[in-house]
């Protein structure tokens, strides 16, 4: 029954995977991560805190530090890891992460997890129409709406529409569906084409054939260009590292630095991005964290800039450690900019600035609460 119904959040630290038991889900926010209060810096299970819309404050819980006191994974270091394997980000052995929905009939349909930047259930009363086509009020944006078949819930201006949201740079669109069901990690190999437009194929997802879609027609039905030329203004896809030991953080700043163009790669530890350097790798700007277990981030950018291909890439520190004394070290070691952790627009800022040549924040850099939430 409900009442033996339990909430279990499911949480990926490195290698580790393990099940946070909570008692209820409420929904999700945008919010701004402030630094932990010195008085509680002790307590590694908090990685931050926030200040809701209603004026309350709650904590962030530290993935890393509730998998340290429950003994998960215990042992195991980032050097344990082949660097070969995590400098291969697209092999065809690679589990990926798919969204679970239905849309238009009761077929399985899965879409590309890393492609969606948000999930949302718009009122249907929001919903009004330009030349014809469906189209929401959405952050600020008149964002395109386009149903995939008959997904499409009823007339009840009180009725909820689930809606995948997909951004690249300054456009956005949403793609409405009956229900969002899960997420699911598998092999995405398709073994029955379609002639079907919108449509890969189909492939078995969780021990169930499930149509794969084509996300490119749906986004070209929302913008006929989207795959066309650059808009005037917007720069090439650039490239960018990331180093963050935290789950926590590292999901908050590969979908920012994702939605507006920039192709991420991550990875948990300085050792392993030392061993991307090594075999060649490639990118354009290197943003990481100051405290990191094994090798910090100091130790990390002083490595960087002694030699190999890295030594001229601009280096951006993720930090909760603002003093003058600190940021000077950081400077000294080689990282060209600081920023505290977390705000979206100062990040984008930050990291838009450091590839075009412009002067860094010589101090952590932040935004006032409440303002550039990160989605």
């Known amino acids: 029954g409900a009442a033996d119904s339990l909430y279990i959040v499911v949480v990926q630290v490195g290698a580790s995977r393990f099940g946070l038991i909570v008692d209820r889900v409420f929904d999700t926010e945008e919010i701004v991560v402030k630094p932990v209060a010195p ?3 002790h307590i590694t299970l908090f990685s931050g805190n926030t200040i809701l819309g ?5 904590m962030i819980l530290d993935p890393n530090g509730i998998a ?5 994974g215990a042992g195991r270091t980032a050097a344990d890891a082949d660097p070969a394997i995590v400098a291969d980000t697209e092999g065809s052995d690679r589990k990926m992460a798919l969204l679970l929905f239905k849309a238009g009939s009761d077929q399985a ?3 590309p997890l890393s492609l969606v930047s948000r999930l949302e259930s718009i009122a249907r009363s929001s919903i009004e129409y330009s030349s014809g086509q469906p ?6 944006k ?7 078949g008959d997904a499409v819930r009823g007339d009840d201006p ?3 529409q689930p809606v995948l949201v997909f951004a690249d740079g300054t456009r956005v669109m949403g793609l409405m569906v009956d229900e969002i069901v899960d997420v699911r990690e598998d092999h995405l190999k398709i073994e029955l084409m379609t002639d079907q437009p919108g449509f890969l194929g189909t492939a078995v997802v969780g021990g169930r054939a499930t149509d794969i879609l084509d996300i490119s027609f749906w986004l070209k039905s929302a913008f006929k260009d989207w795959f066309g030329n650059n808009p005037i203004g917007r720069p090439e896809p650039r490239t960018i590292l990331v180093v963050e030991d935290s789950p926590f953080f590292r999901s908050l700043i590969i979908p920012a630095l994702s939605s507006e163009g920039y192709t991420v790669t991550a990875v948990e530890h300085p ?3 030392l061993a991307m350097r090594d075999a060649g790798r490639v990118f354009d700007l290197i943003l990481s964290d100051i405290e990191m277990p094994e090798m910090d981030g100091l130790t990390f950018a002083r490595e960087v800039r002694a030699g190999g291909s890295w030594t001229k890439l601009p280096m951006l520190a993720l930090t909760s450690r603002t003093s003058p004394t600190e940021t000077q070290e950081g400077r000294a070691a080689g990282f060209d900019g600081y920023l505290s952790k977390f705000d979206r627009e100062v990040l984008i800022a930050a990291v838009r600035s450091a590839l075009s040549g412009e002067s860094l924040p010589r101090r952590p850099a932040t935004a006032k609460a409440g303002e550039g939430a990160l989605s």
């Open 39 to 41: 008085i509680l810096r």
């Open 109 to 111: 349909k899965a879409v």
């Open 68 to 72: 340290r006191v429950a003994g998960i």
């Open 142 to 148: 008149i964002m395109p709406l386009v149903a995939l």
């Open 271 to 273: 050792l392993l991005a």
């Open 158 to 160: 009180a009725s909820l």
């Open 135 to 140: 189209v929401t009020q959405y952050r600020g």
């Open 54 to 58: 209603d004026g309350s404050v709650i």
